[in-house]
Structure formats: C-alpha cells, structure tokens
C-alpha cells in the first residue's frame, strides 16, 4: 500500500523568512504528485503537479516553487515567506483512480 | 469555466438520519470521481471512487455515492448518520489531464 508522509507536521516562520516543506511516497515507482493549499476552512487549491523527476508544472504560484528531486519526493520552498502564506500544505499521490493525501504541515506566517 | 459544484455549504441533520451531499461538475470525457472527509485541523481521508462500471460504488464507515452522467452528479449518501461523521466533505474531480478539482466542501453538522 501507498504511503505519503509531511514533513515537518507544522511550522511557525518570520515573514522574510525561508520554507522547505517535504513529502515523500513510499509504495509506488513513478507517482504523479500534487502540492495543495488550503487557507483555514477553506477550498482546495491546487499549487503545483509532477509526473516525473526534475519535471514541475505550476498551476497557481502564490510566490512559492516547487521540486521534485527524486522519484518518490516532491519540495514547496519559498525563499521569503508572506504572511499570505500561512494555511494548511497537503501533498497528494495520484493511485488507485483517486489521489491519496499526506497528512499536511500548518504554516503559520507571523 | 469548468466547475466541480458543491451547492450546499452546511448541513445539520440528528444522529441517525439519512444525509446526501451533492457534488455536480461540468467536465466532459472521462473523469475520475472521489470524495474525502476532512476532520477539523486533518488531512483528507479517502471515502471512495468511481471512473466506470456500477454507477453506486460502497466505500469506508457507510458512505456510498451514485453517478449520474446525464446529471453530471457524484452525489454522496449515507443511511444512518454517527455524530463522529462531523466533518467537512469534498468532492474531486480529474478529467483527462493531471490537474485534480474540488469542490468547495460541504460542512456536515451531526446533532446528538
């Protein structure tokens, strides 16, 4: 079975300051993968998509990037944190005809 | 504009009830259909799927959802509702590319 697992489960940053947020697949070769935010109680929206290695298709930016430098670990950075920034980050595996969510890391930006 | 509708915002119903949750896009094609639940401050957990075959597909705790292609629907049903079924509720949509849509979500209120 397929596992994703966040790193780190949250974090409180500085505005200015740098974000590394991690997700890393187990169970499945090739995953198609999915970085989302989530502002409190609101919509999913989605923020960047992979299908393979060193490839990253951005949908909505939000002054963030993202990288995928293995086969099974998709990276959201940002180099200078905005307080629109803080919300809820969940990454999410394409298996199975339906995509399988981490259990998110919430950002709070002070 | 493709849309994946989620048209009611919050339910309320009383332990026990029947709820239905109603999810309606507008993709063509092939489409992958699920639904999640999203306990407050949590991830969100698979409940079930449908792409093709039996239009009613069963999933986890209960749930079970019907497609309907004229309607273009992915309604979300359960019988009996458990209080600990509060939570909020979101329809995804995959159309023939790589991106995933959602509906806005559907919060569910279970009263004792």
């Known amino acids: 079975a397929q596992t994703i697992h966040q790193w780190p489960v949250a974090e409180i940053k500085a505005v200015g300051s740098p974000l590394s947020l991690g997700c890393t697949i187990k169970g499945k070769s090739s995953p198609n993968l999915y970085w989302y935010w989530q502002a409190t109680g609101g919509t999913l929206q989605q923020l960047f998509y992979s299908i393979t290695v060193g490839q990253v298709e951005s949908v909505v930016q939000l002054n963030l990037s993202a990288s995928r430098p293995k086969d099974d670990q998709f990276i959201l950075s940002t180099e200078k944190l905005l307080l629109s920034h803080s919300g809820f980050y969940l990454c999410a595996c394409w298996t199975d005809q339906a995509p399988l969510f981490g259990e998110g890391t919430r950002l709070s930006v002070l | 504009t493709q849309t994946v509708s989620q048209s009611d915002a919050h339910v309320t119903v009383f332990e026990g009830d029947s709820v239905e949750l109603r999810c309606n896009y507008s993709y063509g094609g092939s489409i992958y259909l699920s639904w999640y639940i999203q306990h407050h401050g949590r991830g969100l957990q698979f409940l079930l799927k449908?792409?093709?075959?039996?239009?009613v597909v069963q999933g986890v705790n209960g749930f079970e959802a019907e497609f309907s292609k004229s309607d273009s629907s992915f309604h979300l049903r359960k019988a009996s509702v458990h209080w600990s079924d509060s939570a909020v509720y979101f329809c995804?949509?995959?159309?023939?590319?790589?991106?995933?849509?959602f509906g806005d979500g559907t919060q569910l209120v279970v009263k004792p």
């Open positions: 995804a949509v995959r159309p023939n590319n790589n991106r995933i849509f």
């Open positions: 449908y792409y093709s075959g039996n239009p």
